[in-house]
């Protein structure tokens, strides 16, 4: 699977905003700071089920942890998790210094490297039902609702459904060149 290992050429994708501010995306193996942001107060109570009291993220080939950041430093990550050659599942964990435009520039980016750079052909991911501003978030940056995992998660001692969005390069190519 030779697409898997151009994840590891740790590219770095600058783009250049109006102020002369930049923001990049790199691959990062640095699991202190993945968990300072996975266990940031805005960010905890979003990404787990119940029981799990503390963040330990796996730094393995099978998760790939693309950390995003800026003239003020590490900005939020994406995990995103391989389901085959063509299909990648991403998660999405920015601090909220970064929310609105410039996380929206952010999943830009991230797209950007996914499907043109490593060449997917498409991206999914997975939202709890109640987490509104995160479906806002994916609707807003392309992804379509593709299904529902009824009752597939955890949460206040309730099953929650989760809600499956994707986005085809197709699609991705075709929002690229509405902007």
């Known amino acids: 699977m030779e697409v898997l290992t151009l994840l590891d050429l740790h590219l770095q994708y600058q783009q250049e905003k109006d ?7 790199q691959r990062t ?9 996975l266990s940031h107060p805005a960010i905890f109570p979003h990404i ?3 029981g799990l009291k503390e963040i330990e993220p796996p730094d393995s080939e099978e998760f790939h942890w693309i950390l995003i950041s800026d003239q003020e430093g590490a900005a939020g990550v994406y995990m995103v998790h391989y389901h085959n050659q063509s299909c990648v599942e991403m998660h999405t964990c920015l601090l909220p210094r970064i929310w609105g435009a410039k996380a929206n520039d952010s999943v830009k980016l991230l797209s950007e490297y996914l499907f043109h750079q490593l060449g997917v052909r498409k991206v999914i991911t997975n939202v709890p039902a109640y987490n509104k501003l995160a479906l806002r978030f994916a609707k807003t940056n392309g992804m379509k609702i593709e299904g529902i995992n009824r009752e597939s998660y955890l949460k206040d001692g309730k099953l ?3 809600i499956m969005l994707g986005m085809t390069r197709k699609e991705w190519i ?3 060149q509405d902007q």
Request: aromatic share 0%; charged share 40%; hydrophobic share 30%.
């Open 29 to 37: 193996h640095d699991m202190k700071t993945v968990k300072e942001i």
């Open 160 to 162: 929650i459904d989760q």
């Open 48 to 50: 787990h089920e119940d």
């Open 174 to 176: 075709c929002q690229s």
């Open 19 to 25: 102020k002369g501010a930049e923001m990049k995306l």
